[in-house]
Each structure stands twice: as C-alpha cells, then as structure tokens.
C-alpha cells in the first residue's frame, strides 16, 4: 500500500506500508531510513524483510530531501516533522494495536529524539544508533536519552565506526533498565561483517529478527498487546 503523506505546509513524501509475512500481531513498526540512503535502499529493505517474517508490520518513507532527490539531510527538526506526519497518517490508515517508531542511523536518532519529548508510542527499535559521528568519538549524541521514557531495543555492530561501544555502554548504565542493547558481533554500521567473521550478513539480520521477537514478547505481553495512544 503505497500513501502520499504531507509534511509541513508545503511538501508531500512517499511512504509505503507492508504487512507483515507471518501471522500478524498488530504492531506497526515506522522506519526511517539513514542519511544516505532512502525508504527502499537496499539496507531497509534487508532489514525490515525478517522483521516482516516475525508478524511486524512495516512502514518505510522517505524524508523530504530524499523526495526530492537531494544529499543534503534536512534540519533535525524537520525530520521530526516528517516522522511525525508519517506517524499520524499511519494510525488513521491502518489503526495498529501497537506503534515502535526508530530506524536506520540518522532516522533512528530523529526518532529516539521525538520520543525524547514525549511523542506518543509504544516502544523504540533503533537500528545502528549514531551514537558520534565516524573519527569524532568526542561529539556524543546521547544528551536525549534519559528523557526516553518507552522501551528500547537498540543493534549496534561492534565494528561501528559510529558507534564506539565503550562510550555507548558508558551512556546506557546512567539509564533506566527500559534500554536494551544488543550488540552485534563483527558487524559494521551497514550490519555487514567480514568473511573471516565466520558469518554471513543474512544471519545477522536474522539475529536482529530473533531478539526483537524476544524483546517484543517481554514489552507486549499477549496475543494483541495494549492500545496505542
């Protein structure tokens, strides 16, 4: 099902809603994509495939400079924006029982910081958070994160060259036990790891499925799970 979502005053942007590929369980998951990619690059669709296979519907969409083709990220505040817009027009369209917003990198920041100020949803699953940006371990991206007050269910690789695992460890402990971290062995930003690794890039994002159905049977207990707000 594909939609035309406004964003703002002004502008209009793709978004395409898929239902899950295993029996359903009225969770909708709204992925946003990183800075440089777009809603059906080749990393968003390798990941949302297996969390299809585990009952999660998908939305994925662009944000407004991808509509338009531009390189440039748009301001952080108008990516909330987009989320937002994405957000309501999905629970007008398909009504789930439960929404987790997050995404790849850069969409998983913008919407780890709407939930941050308290955008209502049930859950977090932030796929390769930016915790810096890559050579610039010293420029944290955590200010936001105590202010999260859903659950959340983070992957990062441990050869992340944005993800610095014992600065990210070191921002988790100040938090509440609604943070789980979930680190994955050998993995780079794109979850991609090496030959000698021993391990393919499928069985990592099979890995990524396998521990979103643990963390999602713990956060929504039952076959439908609560109401959305």
């Known amino acids: 099902m594909q939609w035309r979502v406004k964003v703002g005053a002004d ?13 359903p369980s009225g969770t909708l998951y ?7 990619g777009h809603m059906a690059d080749q990393g968003m669709l390798a990941v949302t ?13 662009n944000f407004p400079y991808r509509e338009r083709r531009a390189s440039l990220p748009d301001p952080m505040a108008r990516l909330k924006e987009c989320i937002v817009a994405v957000a309501m027009h999905a629970r007008k ?3 789930p ?22 955008f ?6 932030l796929l390769a958070y930016p915790l810096h940006p890559a050579g610039q371990p010293g ?7 105590a202010d999260i007050k859903v659950p959340v269910l983070c992957f990062n690789g441990t050869r992340d060259a944005l993800c610095r695992r014992d600065l990210m460890e070191q921002a988790i402990n100040r938090l509440t036990g609604r943070w789980t971290m979930h680190w ?13 690794s021993g391990r393919s890039d499928g069985e990592v994002l099979d890995e990524i499925a396998s521990a979103f159905s643990v963390w999602r049977s713990d956060l929504i207990p039952g076959p439908n799970g609560p109401s959305a707000p």
């Open 184 to 196: 994955l062995e050998g993995a780079d930003h794109g979850f991609h790891v090496l030959k000698s």
């Open 30 to 36: 709204i992925c946003a994509h990183g800075a440089g």
């Open 139 to 145: 420029k944290l991206r955590d200010g936001h994160l």
């Open 49 to 61: 495939e297996p969390l299809r296979r585990r009952g999660l519907d998908i939305v994925r969409f």
């Open 93 to 95: 369209e398909v009504a």
């Open 11 to 23: 502008e209009h942007t793709s978004a395409i809603f898929e239902s899950a590929l295993a029996s």
């Open 120 to 125: 209502p949803c049930d859950g977090l699953l």
């Open 97 to 118: 029982n439960t929404v987790i917003l997050g995404g790849r990198s850069m969409g998983g920041r913008a919407a780890s910081m709407l939930a941050a100020e308290s």
